[in-house]
């Protein structure tokens, strides 16, 4: 077997079981080096006779208020917009009837189909869902409380230890990177270091255009065709879909369903449309926006958070790529290839 192929193994093997075992550990400590970097070069940059530990954590209270006032912002938009959504089905009873049997008297008049039975089996298949429901994912859901106290709890704990890691490192920050420096083991660490900052800055940026972009499309297109607080569904939709695993279906879905109830069919159709769009655009930019500026094709970028999300659960979103990309560059360092895209 060629060489190569056994180190591309090793270093794949490595990765893995340090995204798996390791990064928890190593993850705020981590977090806290880079922080500690950048809030090292912007307080050396002001013209003030402060202590910079001090201005530091001045400057770090007040990023991390900002990042906690907007996502409070958004997600009150969120929770009010999804309020009227969910107020919306308790009057949709009636509505959903009429439509459920409007659609079975066109089968029976098109296809000769009984339409009364089809009406019923229907509204059994859902009776049978509700108490499902019910007795069952519930009950389930509320059992993991729990374990979702203990994650918000390991968050916190996480958010705590990186931020006092941060005062800590700001002390000796120039002693460790001039350590570091000097040691040419290391070389191979700093660049491949190096380039998974590149991508953390890439991810961030891509993922703030993406919102943006979606947002834009989203607010756009619900305001021209008139629906009520368009601008403000369409800024609810972009946040919605820049978290795991929710995506813009859970607001533009119920919204296209409604109009439905109403027999407002264009409406529904567009928003339905405006939904694969916006799909689309997150499969179509996010690969690029990425893969373009770290050196990977973006359809590794695109198989990276498929094969993330499948080995490290919701965080693989991220640890996928992560992977991915110091994986590429530790094989491009060792062979000597260092400008040739994976």
């Given at each position: 077997?060629?060489?190569?192929?056994?180190?591309?193994?090793?270093?794949?093997?490595?990765?893995?079981?340090?995204?798996?075992?390791?990064?928890?550990?190593?993850?705020?400590?981590?977090?806290?080096?880079?922080?500690?970097?950048?809030?090292?070069?912007?307080?050396?940059?002001?013209?003030?006779?402060?202590?910079?530990?001090?201005?530091?954590?001045?400057?770090?209270?007040?990023?991390?208020?900002?990042?906690?006032?907007?996502?409070?912002?958004?997600?009150?938009?969120?929770?009010?917009?999804?309020?009227?959504?969910?107020?919306?089905?308790s009057g949709c009873g009636p509505q959903l009837c009429g439509f459920l049997g409007s659609c079975c008297d066109f089968m029976e008049s098109s296809f000769g189909i009984d339409g009364k039975a089809m009406e019923s089996y229907i509204l059994e298949q859902v009776n049978i869902f509700v108490e499902n429901l019910e007795?069952?994912?519930?009950?389930?859901?509320?059992?993991?409380?729990?374990?979702?106290?203990?994650?918000?709890?390991?968050?916190?704990?996480?958010?705590?230890?990186?931020?006092?890691?941060?005062?800590?490192?700001?002390?000796?920050?120039?002693?460790?990177?001039?350590?570091?420096?000097?040691?040419?083991?290391?070389?191979?660490?700093?660049?491949?270091?190096?380039?998974?900052?590149?991508?953390?800055?890439?991810?961030?940026?891509?993922?703030?255009?993406?919102?943006?972009?979606?947002?834009?499309?989203?607010?756009?297109?619900?305001?021209?065709?008139?629906?009520?607080?368009?601008?403000?569904?369409?800024?609810?939709?972009?946040?919605?879909?820049?978290?795991?695993?929710?995506?813009?279906?859970?607001?533009?879905?119920?919204?296209?369903?409604?109009?439905?109830?109403?027999?407002?069919?264009?409406?529904?159709?567009?928003?339905?449309?405006?939904?694969?769009?916006?799909?689309?655009?997150?499969?179509?930019?996010?690969?690029?926006?990425?893969?373009?500026?770290?050196?990977?094709?973006?359809?590794?970028?695109?198989?990276?958070?498929?094969?993330?999300?499948?080995?490290?659960?919701?965080?693989?979103?991220?640890?996928?790529?992560?992977?991915?990309?110091?994986?590429?560059?530790?094989?491009?360092?060792?062979?000597?290839?260092?400008?040739?895209?994976?």
């Open positions: 077997m060629d060489k190569r192929y056994i180190i591309v193994l090793t270093v794949t093997v490595g990765v893995y079981l340090f995204m798996k075992f390791l990064s928890p550990i190593f993850s705020p400590f981590i977090l806290a080096f880079l922080l500690a970097g950048l809030l090292g070069k912007f307080t050396g940059k002001l013209p003030l006779k402060i202590k910079k530990s001090f201005l530091a954590g001045i400057l770090l209270f007040m990023f991390f208020g900002a990042v906690l006032l907007l996502f409070w912002v958004l997600g009150g938009l969120v929770v009010q917009k999804g309020g009227e959504i969910a107020g919306q089905f007795v069952n994912i519930w009950p389930a859901i509320m059992n993991k409380s729990m374990s979702y106290a203990k994650n918000a709890a390991g968050f916190a704990g996480f958010f705590v230890v990186m931020v006092i890691a941060v005062f800590l490192m700001l002390k000796d920050y120039d002693q460790i990177v001039e350590m570091v420096r000097r040691n040419k083991d290391l070389d191979g660490v700093r660049e491949v270091a190096g380039k998974i900052v590149v991508y953390l800055k890439t991810y961030l940026k891509a993922q703030v255009t993406i919102l943006l972009i979606i947002s834009g499309v989203c607010a756009a297109t619900l305001g021209i065709i008139g629906i009520k607080g368009g601008i403000a569904y369409g800024v609810a939709t972009g946040f919605m879909d820049t978290l795991p695993f929710v995506g813009t279906g859970i607001m533009l879905v119920p919204l296209a369903f409604f109009r439905l109830m109403e027999k407002n069919y264009i409406q529904a159709g567009v928003i339905l449309c405006l939904y694969v769009v916006c799909a689309l655009l997150r499969e179509f930019l996010e690969p690029r926006l990425i893969g373009s500026k770290v050196g990977i094709w973006p359809v590794g970028i695109l198989f990276s958070v498929f094969a993330g999300v499948r080995l490290f659960g919701i965080f693989g979103i991220i640890k996928g790529p992560l992977g991915l990309v110091i994986i590429c560059e530790t094989c491009k360092y060792l062979f000597g290839t260092k400008e040739e895209p994976c």
